[in-house]
């Protein structure tokens, strides 16, 4: 398979940079160059396919021979598991980055017309260096055992219980589906420079731009259920690194499509629409860097560690970087001036350009702070920093996901929660603040009077909510801002949504995106101010605890049907009850306890339950012990002095037992072993060594029967067993028979907590992204309406749509400036 691997590997990087220069020479008029660019992609294509074919086929057989799958797989994981498992590592989510980038490339031939051969040199180009990523990390490389050779291990590693989660199925392709998106308008932004297309290739850019950012979105709500739910942080977001890496591109995303909208109504902003389309992506790889190298392994909880590619990822993004923004200075100068802005206050010119400076300086701010164990790594700047940023914040000095790491002496360290809750939640608020008024505002101004008319509702709105929230116990002033200015921005959002639902729902997209939004705002703002402090509960079995109003019971720890374990509560709260189980259980694979919360959601709020610990029952007959260790086991008192290695022939040896018919033709004679555990016990003031021992029976079939107990009589009539050892530790287990002493019963060690708003979170994420959905769909059908030389504004209810198959008009028209040379025409219209 590594052969095979290999090839199909080098043969896709082959063919793509193949289809990279087919089309680069397209450019410049060569019309069999453009054929040669469409087969390189389309071959690419195939061989990504069974690349991934392949690759999934391995995981599903089991195959751990290949060492990736070795390391991420093995027999107890289910289907769904073992298939997704291909996308666990680095390699294989580099894969599913590359299939979603070469399926967006196939939908760009033949229409992208004149654009064509400079969007697809780009995106093959970017393809390329994300299979170069995937040969360096090749998951065909055997699996071999110490000495070298091919080695068939019969079960693998396994793989991440954390990542045993049905999310685990879905978040991290919905991510690279937006990564892969968000890819294109970058490559229509480097077109439209190549080709000096200042305008038109925004037209082509912007449904791709509204795909990627609904995906980003769809993907950073799947990914923050999935740790509200499941990885026990106590929330959705723990500002942990790896998570604010996605947000900074998804916010300039958001910032690009406002400065798209700017420039595709009247002209305005285009150098500025060209610097966020690049920099968006140039955020995207950066994030990529961060998660893959291992730079932030010590500084996040999910990191990837350090797989070698480091230096080349570095070298990647330093070349993406200079070569777009250098680009982009180089042509600078030639980028007419756009029409000026309108300078009135109440314009939605005004306000467009203060909503993406403000994500701007939020993206910055978050970006800092994500980057600062990269920034503080660089010689002679960490320790200043660190007295800069230490004075006012918490600082993560690399010990804060592993207290048993040494913490960093070069000056290395993180910011945590307490840095962004202080920065971001005020600058958001500016936000919040634009879109109370901005969506009723026209493009150049806006009559006061009409604009105060709009607002009477959505101020009615906003004082009843306020005055509400302060019912109910919201009183500090940033969330109350929040609740109040949220409410009014989601009212005038929805005036906007009532209005234009007259012109078509299509239209509606980008309105219903910001009341998403403001729900989630307020969701976010509610359930992190006011939420409980977390309550431990130490409960016996059989007993009940109360906490926050609820009546906690455990019944028991129990074993789950996958060989995992939770602790079994009841929760109730007056003739009401619910079954919790939040999981808590030790794992072999990891050789750590695995906890995941249970959440039993209300209307208004969840009771968010989180196992920290479990005590089993106590037998006060049975002590464990390490050798020279003293223990009471009631009126005796004991030492542990060895195992005894002269009864058992060195503990572990086989002897032939006596009982046994030597006579029997049977080669597969029972053999056993003995072994025995001196003690020192003190009783009355007396000394007496003994020796309890076990017999260990090989060949068992029964397994009650294969250890047997060898009690010896204590000097106050009882009896001592050896029940069992441990050998790796060598401690022994010893119990006296007929003391009768009481078993204390097992315990379970629970944080509650109480988060409101919770549903505001979860509801307004997915208002928002239907909300980007439907924009795309309407820009997309714009965009194809424009080529296909249809002007007409969409109609009403579904709009036109789209024919995704078969010819197309022919484009009218000249070559764009600056493409001098391309005359290539086909059936498709390109020119």
């Known amino acids: 398979m590594y052969l095979l691997g290999t090839i199909l590997i080098v043969s896709s990087m082959v063919t793509a940079l193949f289809a990279t ?92 017309r004149h654009a064509e051969p400079y969007v697809l040199s780009v995106i093959m180009l970017l393809q390329v ?56 308008p970058f490559a229509f932004a480097i077109a439209g420079l190549w080709r000096r297309d200042y305008d038109g290739w925004i037209h082509g850019a912007l449904p791709w731009a509204l795909s990627g950012w609904a995906f980003l979105s769809l993907a950073l709500l799947l990914g923050g259920y999935w740790a509200y739910e499941t990885l026990g942080w106590g929330g959705y977001w723990a500002w942990d690194p790896v998570e604010n890496a996605a947000l900074v591109p998804w916010l300039t995303g958001t910032a690009l499509l406002h400065s798209m909208l700017v420039q595709r109504t009247h002209g305005g902003l285009r150098r500025t629409t060209f610097a966020l389309a690049i920099i968006t992506y140039i955020l995207i790889f950066y994030a990529a860097f961060l998660t893959r190298t291992g730079v ?21 993004l330093v070349f993406l970087a200079i070569a777009s923004l250098g680009f982009l200075a180089a042509r600078w100068r030639d980028i007419p001036h756009a029409r000026p802005l309108s300078e009135k206050v109440f314009s939605r010119d005004s306000f467009f350009i203060l909503m993406i400076v403000g994500l701007l300086v939020i993206a910055t701010v978050i970006g800092l702070g994500t980057s600062m164990p990269v920034i503080s790594a660089l010689p002679g700047v960490g320790h200043s920093l660190q007295d800069f940023f230490g004075a006012a914040f918490d600082l993560d000095d690399g010990t804060r996901y592993n207290a048993n790491t040494t913490p960093f002496t070069d000056g290395r360290f993180g910011l945590v929660e307490s840095f962004y809750s202080m920065t971001v939640p005020p600058l958001a608020l500016i936000l919040v603040l634009l879109l109370t008024i901005g969506p ?115 019944n028991g720890w129990q074993l789950s049907p996958d060989n995992t374990g939770f602790l079994d509560l009841t929760v109730g709260r007056g003739t ?100 025995g555990a001196k003690l020192l016990v003190r009783y009355n003031g007396e000394e007496i060594e003994l020796t309890p021992k076990i017999r260990l ?13 060898m009690p010896v009589l204590f000097p106050g009539g009882h009896e001592i067993a050896f029940m069992t050892f441990d050998s790796v530790r060598r401690m022994a287990v010893i119990r006296v028979e007929g003391l009768d002493l009481p078993t204390a019963p097992s315990t379970a060690v629970i944080t509650v907590s109480i988060k409101p708003a919770i549903i505001l979170v979860w509801s307004g994420l997915i208002i928002g992204v239907v909300g980007g959905i439907i924009a795309a769909i309407r820009r997309t059908l714009e965009g194809q309406a424009k080529l296909d030389g249809n002007r007409k504004p969409l109609g009403r209810g579904w709009g036109r749509i789209p024919r995704w198959f078969g010819p197309r008009k022919r484009a009218s028209g000249s070559l764009a400036q600056g493409a001098p040379g391309l005359h290539i025409r086909d059936r498709q219209g390109i020119e």
Not at 528 to 549: C, N
Not at 618 to 624: F, K, L, W
Request: proline share 5%.
């Open 576 to 675: 009401q009850t619910q079954q919790m189980a939040p999981q808590l259980y030790e794992d072999q694979l990891m050789n750590a306890t695995m906890a995941t919360p249970a959440i039993h959601s209300e209307l208004f709020r969840d009771v968010y339950v989180t196992p920290t610990d479990y005590e089993p029952p106590v037998d006060n007959n049975m002590a464990s012990f390490l050798v020279n260790e003293t223990r009471e086991i009631g009126p005796y008192e004991i030492t542990f002095l060895e195992f005894d290695a002269a009864e058992a022939h060195g503990g572990l040896e086989s002897i032939p037992d006596s009982t046994v018919d030597t006579s029997s033709s049977n080669t597969d004679a029972h053999l056993s072993a003995l072994l």
């Open 697 to 709: 029976s090989a060949n068992e079939s029964d397994p009650a029967q294969a250890v047997e107990n």
């Open 296 to 316: 932030l392994s010590s500084f996040s909880v999910h990191s990837f560690v350090q797989e070698g590619l480091k230096n080349l990822m570095t070298g990647f």
């Open 129 to 184: 260096a994300l299979l170069v990523f995937t040969l360096v990390l090749n998951p065909f490389v055997p699996h071999v055992d110490a000495n070298g050779a091919p080695f068939m291990p019969a079960d693998g590693q396994g793989l991440n219980p954390t990542l045993q989660n049905p999310w685990m199925l879905i978040h991290p392709p919905i991510l690279f589906v937006g990564y892969a998106l968000l890819a294109i």
């Open 440 to 554: 009723l505002l026209g493009w150049r101004d806006t009559s006061f009077r009409h604009l105060l008319r709009a607002l009477r509702w959505p101020i009615v709105a906003m004082v009843v909510v306020t005055c509400g929230a302060v019912l109910i116990g919201v009183r500090d002033l940033l969330p109350l801002a929040y609740v109040s200015f949220g409410t009014l921005a989601a009212g005038t959002n929805l005036v906007m949504i009532i209005r234009t639902l007259k012109s078509g729902w299509l239209r509606i997209g980008g309105y219903m995106a910001h009341v998403g939004l403001m729900i989630l705002l307020v969701g976010v703002v509610g359930s992190s101010a006011y939420a409980t402090p977390e309550q431990t509960l130490v409960i016996p079995e059989g007993e009940t605890l109360s906490a926050y109003g609820y009546d906690f019971t455990f």
């Open 21 to 112: 220069t087919g089309y680069v020479f397209a450019t410049h008029g060569n019309a069999m160059a453009l054929t040669y660019g469409r087969l390189g992609t389309r071959l690419t294509f195939g061989f990504v396919v069974l690349i991934v074919l392949l690759l999934t086929y391995l995981f599903v057989a089991q195959r751990y021979d290949i060492q990736y799958v070795y390391d991420y797989s093995s027999q107890d994981l289910g289907f769904g598991y073992r298939a997704a498992a291909m996308w666990a590592g680095q390699p294989g989510s580099f894969l599913v980055w590359v299939l979603w980038g070469i399926i967006a490339a196939q939908l760009l031939i033949h229409r992208t």
